[in-house]
């Protein structure tokens, strides 16, 4: 059995890979299993493409790839490294390549709910005095931004990103922040489609102060409903108006 580790460590490779893709994937494959770990020099360019019965030039590019995403680090004259991964480059690789998905729109909105309306149950039982802090500043700048759709749409986000990050659950902040382009754009959106509605522009706080209210209270089902209820606004935009209007005095930020 062949190494394509320099302290002979054996790596069971991939009979007759032979495409950048098969390469890439059998290095985050043992990336990923622990049979490689950061601070592992690798052999040679030509050891290795031996190892892997691939090209050079194939085997050039997906370490290249790898390079590029913080998966290895190539120090010429010294060897290639496996590195540490760097978990911000890994997600703008992962936010890049959604982004250019077609049709990838309308699942990110699905997979938002789904993180947030988990996020804020966890946020019901884990949120610190500091989270909540931070979700009340966040109450504020949607008030004092309401009219400005631009502004608006980035104290939305503000808000939402802060509950997720209120459950402190590394995992699911991870792909919600390489969703971050395709959900501010949803933001946008909606702001957009409320910049002549005054009426719906004054009651957007409360929709944010209802979901921070059942957070702190610490009712997981109230919170999920709450967050549900306000992220399906755009269907009843006149609910909301009407709720507004009954609950104007709750409007304000708790203090």
Not at 91 to 118: D, G, K
Not at 188 to 193: C, E, F, I, L, Y
Not at 226 to 254: C, D, K, T, W
């Amino acid at each position: 059995m062949e190494s394509c580790l320099a302290n002979g460590r054996a790596i069971v490779a991939q009979a007759k890979t032979q495409v950048f893709e098969d390469i890439f994937r059998f290095f985050t494959e043992q990336l990923a299993n622990g049979v490689i770990h950061p601070g592992d020099r690798l052999l040679s360019e030509r050891e290795l493409a031996q190892a892997l019965d691939v090209s050079r030039p194939s085997l050039r590019e997906a370490m290249r790839a790898l390079a590029l995403l913080g998966l290895i680090d190539i120090r010429p004259g010294q060897g290639t490294y496996v590195r540490n991964p760097d978990a911000t480059v890994l997600r703008e690789f992962f936010s890049v390549m959604l982004v250019l998905q077609p049709n990838m729109y309308q699942s990110a909105l699905v997979t938002r709910e789904a993180i947030e309306c988990q996020a804020i149950r966890i946020a019901c039982r884990a949120a610190r005095p500091q989270d909540i802090q931070r979700l009340r500043d966040a109450l504020d700048r949607i008030t004092e931004t309401a009219p400005d759709p631009e502004k608006g749409a980035d104290a939305d986000f503000a808000f939402h990103r802060t509950l997720v990050e209120a459950s402190h659950d590394e995992v699911m902040l991870f792909v919600y922040d390489a969703l971050q382009p395709l959900l501010r754009r949803d933001h946008a959106v909606r702001r957009q489609a409320i910049k002549d509605r005054p009426e719906v522009q004054n009651v957007m706080p409360l929709a944010h102060k209802l979901v921070l209210d059942a957070l702190i209270a610490g009712d997981e089902e109230a919170a999920d409903a709450e967050l549900r209820r306000h992220i399906q606004i755009p269907q009843g935009y006149e609910e909301l108006v009407e709720n507004g209007e009954r609950q104007s005095s709750r409007v304000r930020a708790p203090g």
